[in-house]
């Protein structure tokens, strides 16, 4: 069982460029969800999905863009990289929100912008 | 919507001594508070989490305390480790209403040998 698997676990952008932060999940979770970790900011929300074709924005939506075709899926895409992307992006997953379980993490994705 | 504060943001205590972290929160509609723990180069992990209507729950060397009254919690590890360095976040939500979970900025817990 494999868990939360985000690829790839490091990547150096150039300003201006694009990319997609892979997020696949094996547990059959209905919610998953794109964090960024800032240092000294804990974890800020981007974007969530309750279920595939169903996406919201969460805190810091800008310059991202979301996906849910799938139950297992949830790519994140940086369009126009820009260096205050430069962060740690963690995918979590959990079955459902009306009881409380585990939000289950992958273990980051380490992006610079330069 | 609802803000966690988190303190203190560093914490040095020598192996064997009690830690303790603190949070407030600010949406009375809360009533769901785990806390995670996160490993250098790693995703958060839940070690522990309470709901509103118990007031304390202990899970071995670990222990949570809720108030919601002052509408804070706190997180107790007792007999420090090692092995307990990390950095840990509080989180609160809505059960009911709120598919999100807020966090706090996070401590980061450092054990003296």
């Known amino acids: 069982n494999a868990g939360v698997t985000q690829t790839p676990k490091f990547r150096i952008l150039k300003i201006g460029q694009s990319m997609t932060l892979q997020c696949t999940q094996d547990m059959n979770h209905n919610y998953m969800y794109w964090y960024r970790q800032d240092p000294g900011m804990g974890l800020k929300l981007i974007y969530y999905?309750?279920?595939?074709?169903?996406?919201d924005k969460g805190e810091v939506p800008n310059g991202y863009n979301v996906s849910r075709s799938t139950t297992e899926d949830f790519p994140l895409r940086l369009e126009l990289a820009a260096p205050s992307q430069t962060s740690v992006y963690f995918c979590?997953?959990?079955?459902?929100?009306?009881?409380?379980?585990?939000?289950?993490f992958g273990e980051g994705s380490r992006l610079t912008v330069l | 919507g609802e803000n966690v504060e988190q303190h203190p943001s560093t914490l040095s205590v020598q192996e064997g001594d009690s830690a303790v972290i603190k949070c407030t929160y600010s949406d009375s509609a809360s009533n769901y508070f785990p806390w995670y723990k996160q490993e250098l180069g790693k995703g958060p992990q839940l070690i522990i989490d309470?709901?509103?209507?118990?007031g304390e729950k202990k899970d071995q060397r670990i222990a949570v305390t809720l108030n919601k009254t002052a509408k804070h919690f706190s997180l107790h590890i007792t007999e420090t480790q090692p092995e307990d360095s990390a950095v840990y976040f509080c989180a609160a939500r809505n059960l009911f209403g709120n598919e999100k979970l807020t966090f706090g900025t996070g401590t980061r817990l450092t054990i003296i040998p």
């Open positions: 979590a997953s959990i079955l459902g929100y009306q009881n409380t379980g585990e939000l289950f």
């Open positions: 999905s309750v279920g595939a074709g169903i996406t």
């Open positions: 309470i709901r509103s209507n118990v």
